[in-house]
């Protein structure tokens, strides 16, 4: 990547396994995130802030049932919906989460309204629906986000396969001003406990950006990204020990974080990008001013350079 591109974008689907997906499968996801890449490529090249880009693009992946956000989401034990997420402004480190949601049709955009039209950062469960109310944001029935695919796998994981997440939806940006911005939206892990809450929420977990530094987008076991707080921790090696992105992104995923735990997308302040994983596949795609436009799955092509 050319240093000091104008514009960047990076997005992902969510981190894992990809061995029951069958190759149309495979191809509707790559076609999902190129059309939420494309968007969000062509809102930046507009002069759209990297902050309404995350967020539209991140709608995009809500609205669409195969991924684990939004519509799609994954179930915990008892067979219902508690979908977190969360979003920041680098340019003045604004920053919203929302958790345990039930029935918000685009926790993104609830977590923007965190941001923009409260006073605090993290709000949770009915708490946070009451908010929505109040800020006119729609509300759905739990029905509106199940699939027979999401119930199949909570089926299968009650009778004892073991439970995975998958299909995490996220994006880092950086706009024509030079803002930074990053965004995630999650169902969080197939048949976890009832009131579990993961890192895509939290800030400095799941979501960090912070302009002169990076923005980061995560994906995988929540609870690890929780403990070694890994947006915020890449964030740090960048802005502190100035590290590249992709040598910061490589050593948290693995150095810190053991192998398979999940991974990352990042985009530092001259728009480099970095997309690291330690699973076997990590949804992914990337676009920059200079004419990087790339979707990728597994191992096979790396969009951006060597760690
Ligand atoms: N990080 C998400 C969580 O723990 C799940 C995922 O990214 O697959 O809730």
Avoid at 137 to 166: H, I, K, L, N, P
Avoid at 199 to 226: L, N
Wanted: net charge negative.
């Amino acid at each position: 990547v050319v240093a000091g591109v104008e514009w960047a974008i990076a997005i992902h689907g969510g981190a894992g396994s990809i061995a029951d997906l069958e190759p149309p499968q495979l191809a509707a996801y790559s076609e999902s995130m190129e059309a939420a890449l494309s968007r969000g490529a062509r809102m930046l090249a507009d002069g759209a802030s990297s902050l309404d880009t995350v967020e539209a693009v991140i709608r995009m992946l809500e609205d669409d049932p195969l991924f684990n956000a939004g519509r799609g989401a994954v179930q915990n034990q008892i067979g219902e919906y508690e979908l977190d997420a969360s979003i920041m402004d680098g340019s003045d480190m604004g920053a919203g989460g929302v958790a345990g949601l039930r029935t918000v049709k685009n926790p993104i955009t609830l977590a923007r309204r965190v941001m923009d039209g409260s006073s605090h950062v993290l709000l949770a469960g009915a708490g946070a629906e009451a908010f929505a109310d109040e800020q006119g944001v729609e509300r759905v029935s739990a029905d509106y986000f199940s699939t027979e695919r999401r119930q199949r796998a909570w089926e299968r994981a009650r009778d004892g396969a073991s439970s995975s997440g998958g299909g995490t939806v996220g994006a880092v940006a950086r706009d024509r001003e030079g803002h930074l911005a990053a965004g995630t939206s999650t169902g969080g892990l197939t048949y976890k406990h009832v009131g579990r809450i993961g890192d895509s929420p939290i800030i400095g977990a799941g979501s960090y950006a912070e302009d002169g530094a990076v923005a980061v987008s995560a994906t995988g076991k929540g609870e690890e990204f929780i403990r070694y707080g890994v947006a915020h921790r890449i964030a740090w090696l960048v802005r502190d020990r100035r590290y590249s992105v992709e040598r910061a992104a490589w050593e948290v995923i693995h150095s810190i974080l053991q192998p398979g735990d999940g991974g990352v997308i990042v985009v530092g302040q001259d728009g480099s990008l970095a997309m690291e994983f330690s699973t076997e596949a990590m949804f992914r795609g990337a676009a920059d001013a200079a004419g990087l436009h790339e979707i990728a799955i597994g191992r096979e092509a790396k969009p951006t350079g060597g760690g």
